[in-house]
């Protein structure tokens, strides 16, 4: 028995079907509940049970849009999220996002850059979770889930990840102490790291926990700003001291050299891989080859 090709499929379903189409769409919804997720963020921002109340369930809302567009419009069942191995790869993003943060900050205390001036209780712990599920969930279903994949089903995946990682750094700079340095360094470091992860996996749950992690630990832990935004004190009270190259200056250590080498190697390591295991997809002009 043999499947139809697309060319057979009928001319509404081929438009609604077509990469392009999801991004706008999906994209275009996904988009439009983060930032309303962002503004319940704002909003309950001094309440903090009823805050990750919230956002839980906005994230819940935009995994539920996800695997039903995927299902009832792209005709896939949306293994990209699918539960087994979640948690495995999940956890392995969590480690390596807290990780590769502790690095840099370990890195930074070694040349006293960054020092312990005392300890916040460890209810300044409990914020920042709403920050990781928004960040963590969201950004990587519009960036990796819509973005990277539907310009990747129409290029391929290399002009997908300078396409994908350049619009993700961009987009950083409506953060309110955004610079354009840090954008670029996130572009770069992050873009590619998260893009690779996706790449790797060809699902969605290692990069969540990435960002997830390293997000929290950046903000819950050590007291840094998250990516030009978020300032709020976390468990650590530190003295830092030192040149925005080394520490990030006001958009946080995204964009210093050391989260730079740091992010980009493991990027690069993950990217191999992915090649390694020809997870990577040609563009369509090279696909009859």
Known sequence: ???????????????????????????????????????????????????????????????????????????????????????????????????????????????????????????FLIPAIALALHSGFFEELVFRGVLFRSVEDMFGSWISLVVSSAVFGLMHLINPTATLMGAIFISIEAGLLLAAAYMLTRRLWLSIGFHMAWNYTQSAVFSGIVSGGVSDPGLIRPIIRGPDLLTGGNFGLESSVIAFALCTATGIVLLVMAVRRGRIVPPPWARGR
Not at 10 to 22: C, D, H, Q
Not at 62 to 67: D, M, T
Not at 108 to 114: A, N, Q, S
């Open 1 to 123: 028995m043999t499947t139809p090709s697309s060319t057979t499929l009928p001319l509404w379903l081929r438009i609604i079907r077509f990469p392009l189409t999801r991004l706008i769409v999906l994209g275009g919804v996904l988009f439009s509940m983060m930032a309303i997720s962002g503004g319940y963020m704002e909003q309950f921002k001094g309440d903090t049970p009823k805050l990750i109340a919230v956002v839980t369930g906005m994230v819940a809302a935009a995994l539920a849009v996800y695997v039903g567009y995927a299902r009832l419009i792209e005709g896939r069942s949306a293994d990209d999220l699918a539960l087994t191995g979640a948690a495995r790869e999940w956890g392995a993003g969590l480690l390596c996002g807290a990780g590769l943060y502790t690095a840099a900050v370990l890195i930074l205390m070694t040349l006293g850059i960054y020092r312990i001036e005392g300890f916040n209780p460890w209810t």
